[in-house]
Structure formats: C-alpha cells, structure tokens
C-alpha cells in the first residue's frame, strides 16, 4: 500500500509517461527511475531504486547528445564536441532539465531524504533523469531514448548551436577581431542546399580582405556560430606560432 498522501506507483508511472509524451514504459524499469535509494532504506520490500539504471541512461545521454552535436556540428573535432557535450550533460543542466519536466514530484524517496529538501537537490534530479532515460532505453530500445532525449534536450541543443548556452562564438570572435586587428568579422551565405524543411547553410566570416573559414548548420545562425568558432580556432593556432602577434 502507498504511503498516505502518496499517489499509488502506477499513477506515478503513468504520470511519467505523460510527461516523457510516451505511451507506456516498462511498469518495474518505469517504478524504479523513480525510486531514491533512501526510499528503499525504509521500504526493503518495495523493489529497487535507480542507482542501477542511472548508470546505463549515464551512457544513454552521452550517446544521443553526442550523436546530436556531431549531426548539428559537422566541421567540429572532437575537443570541440567534448566541450559543447559538457555544456549539456553536467548536473545543473541534467536537474534543469528534470525540473522542467516536474521529475522532483514523482519520486519515490525516504522521509528523511524529503525533509531535507530533497525532491530540489540538484543531485537527486539529475540521478533520477539519467534513470529515467535508462529506463526508457529498456522499455523503448535506443530509437526511443533518442526520441525522448531530443524532446528533453531540444532548446539546449538549439542553444548550444545558436551561442546561448555560454559559449557564444560570435561575440567572442567579434571581440578578439576588435581589440587584435580593430576591424569586424563579417558573414556571407556561400550556399543552401535541401528542401525548405531541412536546409543546410553554408557560411564564410572574413576579416577585411581575408577569408578566415566556412562551416555549415542547420540555420544561418548554427552557421554563423560554426564559422566564428572555426576563426576563433585559428587565430589561435597562429597566436601560440607568433606569441608576439596583437
């Protein structure tokens, strides 16, 4: 029997499902994304908690975000993926994220571990999202996981491409061209290519007479973005040649 007050587990399952826009999860992996370890403390016979499944939706996470920045970001290595991977997948972002989706009311936790404020902690949040995209993964295969991390991940994604997840490449770049060469970076659209509802944009970014680079994106401002981090990239490359350049 659920705790007085407490919504019985299939409702908080079902609650999940709702707002992950799914039809169903697996009952057991689905109760157990949602279920604190200090919960299981106090209810020994009331199944597992979640520290199983945030270790796999962990991987799960890294994965779809990872496979998203390289689709989104074509021309960027793999320290540059590194660190834009790191602007998405990091316990505040996860816990934003989580709170968005209203997971803190739906967990399964110990009395102790709710009386300290615990269905807010970062911490918690974050573990019980991996979880749930662990469970998802279990229940929807990885073509689900991806789904659901897209709907999750969406806005940060177009963030992190448009410069708005501190990592603005544009203003940055147009600082450094300022101080170093006192003039401005500008942007041209060197080409578009597919149907209106999935367009590439290819940009270039000069500096006075010189073309520094082009990138693509899936927008002119993902392009955009692209290009300047791609200038940024090389002015300095040739700052560590000629320390004494600027």
């Known amino acids: 029997m659920p705790a007085p007050g407490r919504p019985p587990d299939t409702v908080l399952v079902e609650g999940l499902c709702h707002r992950l826009g799914l039809e169903a999860l697996d009952p057991v992996h689905g109760l157990a994304a949602l279920t604190h370890k200090s919960y299981v403390n106090e209810h020994r016979d009331e199944g597992a908690d979640n520290e199983r499944l945030e270790f796999l939706g962990d991987a799960v996470v890294d994965l779809a975000v990872s496979h998203r920045l390289m689709e989104r970001f074509p021309d960027a290595d793999e320290g540059e993926l590194s660190k834009l991977r790191a602007l998405l997948v990091n316990e505040e972002t996860l816990a934003r994220v989580a709170r968005h989706l209203g997971l803190g009311g739906l967990l399964r936790m110990g009395r102790g571990e709710e009386m300290t404020g615990g269905r807010d902690k ?25 789904s659901v991390v897209d709907r999750l991940f969406g806005d940060l994604l177009e963030g992190v491409a448009e410069g708005k997840s501190g990592e603005d ?78």
Do not use: C, N
């Open 122 to 146: 970062s911490s918690v949040l974050a573990d019980a999202l991996e979880a749930v995209i662990g469970a998802v993964y279990l229940s929807t295969g990885l073509p689900g996981a991806l």
């Open 169 to 246: 490449w544009k203003t940055r770049l147009q600082e450094l061209v300022q101080t170093r060469l006192r003039q401005s970076p500008r942007y041209r659209v060197v080409s578009e290519e597919g149907p209106d509802h999935s367009k590439t944009f290819e940009v270039e970014v000069t500096v006075g007479t010189e073309l520094f680079a082009r990138a693509r994106g899936r927008s002119k401002k993902e392009a955009e973005q692209a290009a300047a981090r791609e200038t940024l990239t090389m002015l300095d490359s040739e700052a560590k040649k000629d320390p004494g350049a600027g």
